[in-house]
């Protein structure tokens, strides 16, 4: 299995926000590496940048994880929309 | 009108976040930070070099300011792109009650009647000098059109792609020039993400965004035209639409370009937002006091400016607030009422992205966000003969008369529509 890498924007909004998520990633997936690139958090919202790496498997579960915990999970490039 | 070459003054690509630097090459983000990337400029080379009159003897069109681009050769598309139209909107001020409101007419923008012709014009020309040959966009209707008509100028290859349920003018308005249509079945989040993926596979250059740092340096010709129509300065507020979020934060940049090379004085301008109520990520975070906006599911009429999750919407947030501005919102039945009244008083026929942005500059009036005795810029972005469908139903058939003088006193004259007989 290969090692790879996906950067990501998570949006912590409706309660996961006061939730300790990422920690609880670390516990659940201890080889999915994170690398956070910068954050911003607002009184009812919050944004991370990541950016994830690890087995492909453990990065589509870690990804799953996330989730599952209430966080919107967007790709860096091409997640956001542009104009048209 | 032949232009003498002149040397770029483009420093570099740079983090909005980080300040993290990268060569001028296709890119949309930082690797280190995410955040997107800029056109940096040498602003102290172009002191001295870049002044009223250097512009003044460039080409009536946005090239006139291509100093201030990102390009580095000759312009290869949009020669006869921007330039258009600053009106003195006076009878619509005095509908108003407000002093001095000016219209920055992007409705008769060439060669596709919208401000998308800027932006196009120098991602197409960018295109070019990276060498590619195929290039596209991940669309809502106006930009597929432009990117279709300033391709097809070019001899580029071009897709556009496009949500599969677009209205069925702008199917055909873009597909006159050529392109191949790519109609996706998905929403406009869709449509981009595939973007994103063909731009990695193919090589192509996707204009909105594979180039996105330079297409969007496009915008800023809306806001340079507007000071120097003004006479070189700048109106007190400045109303826009936001969508992606390109425009707002460019025109303020430009505002802000033209203060530091002192071709202007800075009279602190304000800038406001204007969204859709079905629509309207921005005005919302605004007025909940957010730095922060929330994803939304468009819909609205306005649908050239339905963007849900703007690229650069926390940019607009910081531009709007730093500059004292605000931002409103317009309900449908607002904007077509917006529509119909600056046609009626100006004769100028937005879409409803237009009618959004007055409906809004109007509200922002009336709340006493905008001071009625400033001078107010209303920028209109798109034209109205490019979504007549939204328009249908809202005016009564006129009657039809036989070619009888006696027919037209009764019916029309008089007003009596029981006496048509034809």
């Not at chain 1, 590496?33 to 087995?55: P, T, V, Y």
């Not at chain 2, 250097?54 to 201030?68: H, M, N, T, V």
């Not at chain 2, 079945?185 to 996707?206: E, F, P």
Request: charged content about 20%; overall charge negative; glycine content about 8%.
């Amino acid at each position: 299995m290969s090692k790879a890498t996906r950067k990501v924007w998570l949006t912590f909004e409706g309660g996961c926000q006061d939730e300790p998520v990422i920690w609880k990633l670390s516990q659940e997936y201890p080889n999915v590496i994170f690398d956070i690139r910068q954050a911003s958090i607002g009184k009812a919202i919050g944004i991370m940048a990541l950016e994830l790496s690890g087995k492909e498997k453990q990065l589509d579960k870690a990804i799953k994880f996330l989730q599952s915990n209430g966080v919107k999970v967007d790709p860096v490039e091409g997640g956001s929309l542009v104009e048209g | 009108m032949e232009m003498e070459p002149a040397m770029s003054y483009v420093k570099s690509l740079k983090s909005r976040e980080s300040g993290q630097e990268y060569p001028i090459e296709p890119r949309t983000v930082c690797d280190i930070d995410f955040s997107p990337v800029e056109v940096a400029y040498d602003y102290k080379a172009m002191q001295g070099n870049v002044t009223r009159q250097s512009i003044e003897a460039g080409p009536l069109s946005l090239w006139r300011y291509k100093d201030l681009l990102p390009i580095e050769g000759e312009p290869k598309a949009g020669l006869h792109s921007g330039w258009t139209p600053l009106v003195k909107a006076d009878k619509l001020a005095a509908e108003l009650g407000v002093k001095e409101l000016y219209i920055k007419d992007d409705s008769a923008n060439y060669p596709s009647f919208s401000y998308k012709d800027r932006v196009v014009s120098v991602a197409i020309t960018k295109a070019i000098e990276f060498g590619f040959d195929t290039v596209g966009c991940a669309s809502t209707g106006n930009l597929a059109h432009s990117v279709a008509a300033h391709a097809a100028a070019a001899g580029l290859h071009t897709f556009v792609m496009v949500p599969h349920d677009l209205e069925a003018g702008k199917m055909v308005g873009m597909s006159v020039f050529g392109p191949k249509v790519v109609r996706i079945a998905g929403n406009y989040d869709d449509v981009n993400r595939l973007c994103s993926q063909i731009a990695d596979k193919y090589n192509w250059a996707i204009v909105n965004v594979n180039l996105r740092p330079f297409y969007t340096e496009g915008a800023k010709t809306h806001g340079f035209e507007i000071a120097e129509q003004l006479g070189w300065k700048l109106p007190q507020h400045t109303v826009l639409p936001v969508a992606g979020g390109t425009i707002l934060p460019k025109v303020n940049k430009a505002y802000k370009e033209f203060i530091r090379l002192g071709l202007v004085d800075d009279n602190s301008p304000v800038i406001h937002g204007a969204q859709a109520q079905g629509c309207n990520p921005i005005t919302t975070a605004i007025e909940e006091g957010e730095e922060i906006f929330r994803p939304q599911k468009p819909k609205t009429i306005a649908k050239s400016i339905a963007i849900g999750n703007p690229a650069d919407g926390y940019y607009v947030i910081k531009d709007i607030l730093n500059s004292g501005g605000w931002a409103a919102s317009a309900t449908d039945p607002e904007i077509i009422d917006a529509i119909k009244l600056l046609a009626r008083t100006q004769g100028i026929f937005t879409e409803p992205a237009g009618g959004t942005t007055l409906a809004c500059a109007i509200k922002l009036i009336q709340s006493g966000k905008i001071p009625k005795d400033e001078s107010i810029c209303v920028c209109i972005t798109g034209n109205g003969l490019k979504t007549l469908e939204v328009m249908e139903n809202q005016f009564q058939a006129a009657p039809v008369i036989k070619a009888k003088i006696k027919e037209f006193d009764e019916v029309i004259v008089q007003g009596n529509n029981a006496a048509a007989t034809a």
